[in-house]
């Protein structure tokens, strides 16, 4: 009887991830040519009238998911990762981390009571694809799978060769 009862709850727990895994769904931008993975539980909410991205929220843990694409001015992508990692600490944020290449961009800040964590990745004509997820401290650990598995998603349409790192 142990054995088994202790069968079920190995069973119960390797399913568990599997099962999140699956409930991941695609969002793709055809405007900006993206697309990224979203996670369990998050609901799409407002998208942007022109087209450039989407917002989610997830309301049982009280986080916020923005994607979107945009037009850096000249194309030069890292001054526009620059000007954005600027306007978080106009608005009260404290840059944690930052990485910029010519490719890829990781940022992320905190204020008050909530983290954000923050991806962009440079596309084929110029333009560049972001995603940024807010989130409380308390849950910082628990969204670490999140970001990791968002930030290999966060790719360019197929048939674009970006910059290289």
Not at 36 to 43: A, L, M
Request: one cysteine or more.
């Amino acid at each position: 009887m142990r054995s088994a009862l202790i069968t079920s709850l190995l069973t119960a727990a390797l399913a568990s991830p599997s099962a999140a895994y699956d409930d991941w769904h695609p969002y793709a931008n055809p405007r900006f040519g993206y697309t990224v993975d979203i996670p369990p539980g998050f609901e799409m909410g407002p998208q942007a009238a022109n087209g450039e991205g989407a917002e989610f929220r997830s309301g049982d843990v009280g986080a916020t998911l923005m994607v979107f694409g945009t037009h850096p001015l000249d194309g030069d992508f890292e001054t526009d990762v620059a000007e954005r990692i600027g306007y978080e600490k106009q608005g009260g944020w404290r840059i944690i981390f930052s990485r910029v290449t010519p490719a890829w961009a990781s940022f992320s800040g905190a204020h008050e009571s909530d983290v954000f964590y923050a991806r962009a990745i440079a596309l084929c004509d110029g333009s560049a694809a972001y995603f940024r997820l807010q989130y409380r401290k308390s849950k910082l650990t628990s969204f670490d799978g999140v970001i990791s598995r968002m930030a290999a998603a966060l790719r360019p349409s197929e048939g674009c060769q970006p910059a290289s790192d």
